[in-house]
């Protein structure tokens, strides 16, 4: 890696370290609302992204798009706070462009898992749509992609540095879901007002303490594969 790209990726770093802290300790201690805080860090992976594809003329165009799309859907849950249908099928999309990314390498399981996942979103929106859960399922949905995703990097990818850099990332995507899940588990089932109240505390802050290191590694692995395919 250049001196130049070194610089680039040490500023990113510090970049984001910055925001994790500050978002953090205002989340921890009610020291205020950290959504635009948490916004610009998600900006800053795809900006980070976009600067290496253009100087390595080189495009990784699947994991850019996940970027791109995890972005729109921050937008609608994040930001917005609203359009939650949107922004969940944005989040569908993103798995979906991971999936497609990793194409060469689960070559013996793709099209299976490609006809599973096309089935698991159409099922999982139509049924929403009959019984107006369309956000529960579409969760559902999003879920399973990226569980499958992640068993595909387990159990079918030979996992050189970028690979478990790229498992890690989405692993720390899945823990940020869950506490997503229990933060809303109250909405959805007849929990105590304790029991209730403590759930959303916890994950309240849990959700962003595991989502944005996911986004940095994920956004590495994405560099990395630009090196590896960078022009000579």
Known sequence: ?????????????????IIYISFLTMDFFNLGNSTYLKYSSIIINLV????LTIKHKKINLFFLLGLLFTLFADTFLLVLDSY??????????VQFFYFLGLKDNIKKTFLPQLIIRVSLFT???IIGLIISQTEVFL?????????????????????NKGKKILLWGLILFLLCDINVGLFNLGYYFNLSYEITSFLENIS????????????????????????KKSVK
Request: hydrophobic residues 60%; aromatic residues 16%; glycine residues 2%.
């Open 1 to 17: 890696m250049k001196k130049e790209e070194k610089i680039i990726l040490a500023i990113y770093l510090l970049a984001q370290l």
């Open 48 to 51: 980070l992204a976009l600067i």
């Open 84 to 93: 939650y249908t949107i922004g969940l099928i944005c989040f569908n999309a």
């Open 123 to 125: 099922l999982c929106f």
């Open 139 to 159: 969760s559902i949905s999003y879920i399973c992609s990226m569980i499958l995703t992640i068993l595909s990097l387990i159990f079918d990818v030979d996992l």
């Open 204 to 227: 309240t802050n849990l959700m962003w303490f595991f989502y944005l290191p996911s986004q940095v590694l994920i956004t590495l692995y994405l560099v990395f594969s630009l090196k």
